[in-house]
């Protein structure tokens, strides 16, 4: 079965300071995509970032970049020069051909920042 | 672009009527759109995937009879609870995949906040 883990439910960070969120996952396929989204208090869902598992290189949005190891199946989220705005459940999602495009998600990370 | 809309943004109704949500595509063809429900504090549940002029495909656990949905065009799908409880309340959200597109990616819709009463 393929899964999603985000082991740390709650997180906080200084303004201004960064912050990595961990997301693991677990996958037979070889094709697939790996998401970070957001969920401010709105609860509107915004996508953060985005990795094709084929590309090497790491993603990076502005101040988001993703720590991406295919072989651990890991995809973390670094959140650089934290802001108050970034105060969200952060969500890290899965998706294949294999399973109709679903997004398979994690649990969800609530991070807090601290002026 | 890749605007999603829902209307109503929150509906309160009675035990035993039935309500309609509605999800737009806005500026972009959707050939497939999905239906979440989510609980305070908790992940999104993937209820069903509509596509455009066939059936939707539930989720294992969801009464299909109860949550009827409809993906008429591609620019609209609607999810209808039908004889509502008030263990149906709950946040709705719907996202899309765009036509012509292949990166997977899901664009979301603001949700539905359902109170029944």
């Known amino acids: 079965a393929q899964t999603v883990t985000q082991s740390q439910p709650e997180m906080s960070v200084q303004e201004a300071e960064t912050v990595t969120l961990s997301c693991t996952y677990d996958?037979?396929?070889?094709?697939?995509?790996l998401f970070w989204y957001k969920q401010p208090p709105s609860r509107q869902m915004i996508l953060v970032i985005r990795q094709e598992a084929y590309k090497q290189q790491n993603a990076t949005e502005n101040r988001f970049s993703v720590n991406f190891q295919k072989a651990a199946k890991s995809f973390s989220l670094k959140i650089s020069d934290s802001q108050l705005g970034d105060a969200a459940m952060y969500f890290c999602?899965?998706?294949?051909?294999?399973?109709?495009?679903?997004?398979?998600w994690g649990l969800g990370t609530s991070l807090g920042v601290n002026p | 672009g890749a605007v999603v809309s829902q209307h109503p943004s929150w509906v309160i109704c009675k035990s035993g009527t039935s309500v309609k949500i509605e999800c737009r595509s806005l500026?972009?063809?959707?050939?497939?759109m999905f239906w979440y429900r989510q609980f305070p504090k908790q992940s999104l549940m993937l209820m069903a995937t509509?596509?455009?002029?066939?059936?939707?495909?539930?989720e294992q656990g969801v009464e299909k009879d109860k949550f009827l949905i409809n993906h008429a065009s591609l620019t609209l799908s609607t999810l209808t609870v039908t004889s509502a409880h008030p263990e149906d309340s709950s946040f709705y959200i719907c996202s899309a995949r765009r036509r012509e597109r292949t990166n997977y990616e899901q664009y979301f819709g603001p949700g539905t906040r359902l109170t029944v009463t």
């Open positions: 999602a899965f998706t294949n051909a294999g399973n109709n495009r679903k997004l398979i």
């Open positions: 500026d972009f063809q959707a050939t497939t």
């Open positions: 509509s596509n455009e002029g066939s059936k939707a495909t539930y």
């Open positions: 996958t037979s396929e070889s094709d697939y995509y």
